[in-house]
C-alpha cells in the first residue's frame, strides 16, 4: 500500500515563493519516480516536475523551468517542490505522485496524494 501526503500549499502575492512537502508511506520508496502535477479549476492535471529515485535526473515543465526546483530525501521519504517567482498562473491544486519509468510520462504515475492547494494573488 502506497500513500502520499502533501503539505505546504497556502496564499502568496506574486514574486513570492512556497515550498511543498510530500511524504510516502511505503515500504520501499526509492525505487519510485516522484512528480508533482497541478490541476487548475477547468483544466486538466499537468505533470510540473519530476525526480528519479536517486535524484540526478529531473524534468520540469517550460513554464516552471527556473522558477521550481523538485528534490527529495530517501531517508525522510519525502520529496520537496521548492517554487519561487510565484504567478498567478501558478495557482492550482497540486498533487504529488509516484510511478515508475520515465520521468516525463504522466501515465506512468499511478500512486497519488490528496492535493493541497496554491494560490497566487496578484
Known amino acids: 500500500q502506497v500513500q502520499l501526503v502533501e503539505s505546504g500549499g497556502g496564499l502568496v502575492q506574486a514574486g513570492g515563493s512556497l515550498r511543498l512537502s510530500c511524504v510516502i508511506s511505503t515500504r520501499i520508496f526509492s525505487p519510485y519516480v516522484m512528480g508533482w502535477f497541478r490541476q487548475a479549476p477547468g483544466k486538466e492535471r499537468d505533470l510540473v516536475t519530476a525526480?528519479?529515485?536517486?535524484?540526478?535526473?529531473?524534468y520540469y515543465a517550460d513554464s516552471v523551468k527556473g522558477r521550481f526546483t523538485i528534490s527529495r530525501d530517501n531517508a525522510k521519504s519525502t520529496v520537496y517542490l521548492q517554487m519561487n517567482s510565484l504567478k498567478p498562473e501558478d495557482t492550482a491544486v497540486y498533487y504529488c505522485?509516484?510511478?515508475?519509468?520515465?520521468?516525463?510520462?504522466?501515465?506512468?504515475?499511478?500512486?497519488w496524494g490528496q492535493g493541497t492547494q496554491v494560490t497566487v494573488s496578484s
Open positions: 525526480i528519479n529515485w536517486s535524484g540526478d535526473s529531473t
Open positions: 505522485a509516484a510511478g515508475s519509468g520515465r520521468l516525463g510520462v504522466p501515465a506512468n504515475y499511478d500512486h
